[in-house]
Nanobody, 116 residues
């Protein structure tokens, strides 16, 4: 069965850092591009960052550009999101997504709360 399991969320002060992980299983991880999305309370889910199958190309949404870094380890079937200089507006449930031309899979999400 396909599984994407996010971890690493929690409560952090503004300016702090968190590293999210998404562990994948049940499919060929290296054949999928990966993405992180987030959804704040009462708002639409939005794309945060993407990374291609090889990890050679990444893209970021403007609000996180320069602060977040997406990476992947195909040997560990894991994608990461390093979040630095966190702001209250980064508070959301963060979801990982695996996708290719035919399929898309979603994790259940992990809560990130940025508050003093």
């Amino acid at each position: 069965q396909v599984q994407l399991v996010e971890s690493g969320g929690g409560l952090v002060q503004p300016g702090g850092s968190l590293r999210l992980s998404c562990a994948a299983s049940g499919f060929t991880f290296s054949r999928y591009d990966m993405a992180w999305y987030r959804q704040a309370a009462g708002k639409e889910r939005e794309l945060v960052a993407t990374i291609t199958k090889t990890g050679r190309t990444t893209n970021y949404a403007e609000p996180v550009e320069g602060r977040f870094t997406i990476s992947r380890d195909n040997e560990k079937n894991t994608v990461y999101l390093q979040m630095n200089s966190l702001k209250p507006e980064d508070t959301a449930v963060y979801y990982c997504k695996a996708y290719n031309i035919l399929n898309a899979y979603w994790g259940q999400g992990t809560q990130v709360t940025v508050s003093s």
